[in-house]
């Protein structure tokens, strides 16, 4: 018995070795399989983004002012004093430097008394005058008063006759719009009945885009004429509801159910237009197992037809504007009549009202006039006492001029550069002062030769100088030099800018970052510029991950590079998978 027991234990210990041999050897077998076969590819990827893109040109630049200022004195002289020193800031027309002026100052304070004697002089012989000017005096008041009654009369009639002429335009409007109010309505109710007509057909457009035959047509050969014409779609609905509402806002006015007509019949060519585009589209689609000859017949025709019913609905709107119109041109006729009369009183009125205020200013000249001549005094005396006044004048003038060419001004505010006076020299040959002006500045970036072609005139830009982090600098391109400068051992393009509004807080020499806007996109789509490859025709490409994962190489069309690296492309929806590297 126990050496049965024995022999089932020593049988069942060898069954157990030879499982666990087996899992070995295969555990061994399955390390080596999954050794040998070909890992899967890793991708780095990015999904395709719809929105703005904005591209830039980007350098270092500097604040600069072009307005250095080499002052010199007028006149010769020993310098007498200096009020600045270099590095001071000055504003303009502050006294900068001065000459000794000798005798100037007592010479400007006599003939400024002499000028007062000749002035008491003067006023004393105006003081009275001769009978026979004062009735000259007199008659010319007269005159002048007799013409602004007759002005003053004239207003008074021109305002009458264009009160009169303003109530018969308003009784003009107010008729025709009581008469044509029928056919306004009419207009309205014809709007918004081939309005819906012509909505109605334009929904064709999804029905046939939306075609499972169509679309598999139309992917194999031209797959980015659906979204064109479901642009112009979008752009002829837009165009409906504008003259929906257009129609809505008439008050009653045949002038503006006019106006609502035409943008009515705009909104149905334009939607007659995409049917137009459609049709185009489908009879130029090739056949396939799906989209067959007799398929595009009879799409064809389903497109003509809501085509047909398209003008249908502009024939009925261009024949009730053409009533409208009709009816409406005899009162356009004599409200432009009454229109061009309102005018002309209108004219009459305000010249009246001129030469009221032209003659009043005469009376009071005249009356001035006649109450001097009253005052007595012979006109060769006043003659001789005004030369008098003249020539203490043009003295005082000529001394006052002479004292100003021995005080150097700024002209301008800014900061002192160099100093070259010192009290007691003689004059320089060169500059006394010179003067560097605060404004305008300027920035001062230098770009390569790649980007200079994308900067144009008038470009906006900005700086963010390094003084004023997170502050950024409106910019205008105010100038590009037409040759190259070498900067470090490279040819570089010196691009001027403007600042857009003032800044006083600035300094020259400041620096910081420099970007010009040079393009703009809108409501496009963008994936990264490394994304972009060439199919083995040069053609540019992209491969785009599918859900399944299967990679399928697509043909773009490549627009603007952003900033950022990346670039705009048609032929790839927004949100799909694109495939910027494959990592080894």
Do not use: C
């Not at 001027?496 to 809108?522: C, N, Q, W």
């Amino acid at each position: 018995m126990s050496l049965l027991i024995r022999i089932k234990g020593i049988l069942l210990t060898h069954r157990k070795k030879s499982i666990a041999a087996g899992i070995i050897l295969l555990l061994i077998v399955l390390g080596i399989w999954r050794m040998s076969r070909p890992k899967p590819p890793e991708y780095i990827t990015a999904a395709a983004v719809q929105g703005d893109l904005l591209q830039t040109v980007e350098a270092v630049g500097t604040v600069t002012s072009e307005r250095e200022l080499e002052l010199k004195f007028a006149a010769s002289g020993i310098v007498s004093a200096v009020l600045v020193k270099e590095g001071d800031r000055v504003r303009a027309g502050q006294r900068l430097a001065q000459l000794k002026s000798g005798g100037l100052a007592a010479s400007i304070a006599s003939q400024k008394a002499a000028l007062d004697s000749a002035n008491a002089d003067l006023a004393t012989l105006e003081s009275g005058n001769r009978p026979e000017d004062i009735a000259i005096a007199q008659a010319d008041l007269d005159n002048k008063k007799a013409s602004l009654a007759a002005a003053e009369q004239t207003l008074t009639s021109a305002e009458g006759n264009l009160s009169l002429s303003q109530q018969q335009l308003e009784t003009l409007r107010l008729e025709a719009g009581v008469n044509l109010s029928g056919q306004v309505n009419t207009s309205l109710s014809s709007i918004n009945e081939q309005l819906t007509v012509t909505e109605n057909a334009l929904s064709t457009v999804d029905d046939v885009l939306n075609r499972t035959d169509v679309q598999d047509a139309i992917a194999k050969d031209q797959p980015y004429l659906a979204d064109q014409i479901n642009a112009q779609k979008r752009a002829a609905q837009d165009a409906i509801n504008a003259a929906r509402k257009k129609a809505a806002l008439v008050a009653g006015d045949y002038k503006e159910a006019i106006a609502a007509l035409v943008s009515a019949q705009s909104a149905a060519a334009v939607s007659g237009n995409v049917l137009d585009s459609l049709f185009s589209l489908i009879n130029n689609l090739p056949q396939t197992a799906y989209f067959t000859a007799s398929t595009r017949e009879s799409v064809k025709a389903s497109v003509a037809s809501e085509r047909s019913k398209i003008d249908g609905a502009a024939g009925n709107l261009s024949s009730v504007l053409s009533a409208l119109q009709n009816a409406s041109a005899g009162y356009d006729t004599k409200i432009a009549a009454s229109q061009a009369g309102v005018m002309s009183y209108q004219g009459t009125r305000d010249k009246a009202q001129t030469d009221i205020a032209t003659y009043q200013s005469a009376v009071r000249s005249g009356q001035a006039a006649l109450d001097l001549k009253r005052a007595g005094a012979r006109p060769g005396d006043i003659d001789a006492a005004r030369a008098r006044v003249r020539q203490q004048q043009a003295l005082l003038a000529r001394s006052q001029a002479d004292y100003g060419d021995t005080v150097l001004s700024a002209p301008v505010s800014g900061i002192v550069t160099h100093v070259n006076v010192r009290i007691g020299e003689s004059l320089p040959a060169g500059a006394a002062v010179t003067l560097l002006g605060e404004s305008p500045y300027r920035v001062e970036m230098f770009v390569s030769e790649i980007d200079i072609p994308k900067v144009k005139l008038t470009q906006s830009g900005s700086i963010e100088l390094d003084a004023f982090r997170g502050t950024h600098f409106a910019l205008r391109v105010g100038d590009i030099d037409p040759s190259a400068t070498d900067k470090d051992g490279v040819p570089k393009y010196r691009v001027r800018l403007d600042f857009v509004y003032p800044h006083t807080e600035l300094k020259i020499g400041m620096t910081g970052d420099t970007a010009i806007t040079t393009g703009e996109r809108s409501d496009v789509v963008y994936v990264p510029g490394r994304a972009i490859l060439e199919d083995s025709a040069g053609n540019p490409m992209v491969r785009v991950l599918t859900e399944d994962g299967t990679v399928e190489e697509r043909s773009v069309t490549v627009g603007m590079e952003g900033a950022s690296g990346d670039s705009e492309v048609t032929g790839v929806g927004s949100g799909e998978t694109i495939i910027v590297l494959e990592k080894k």
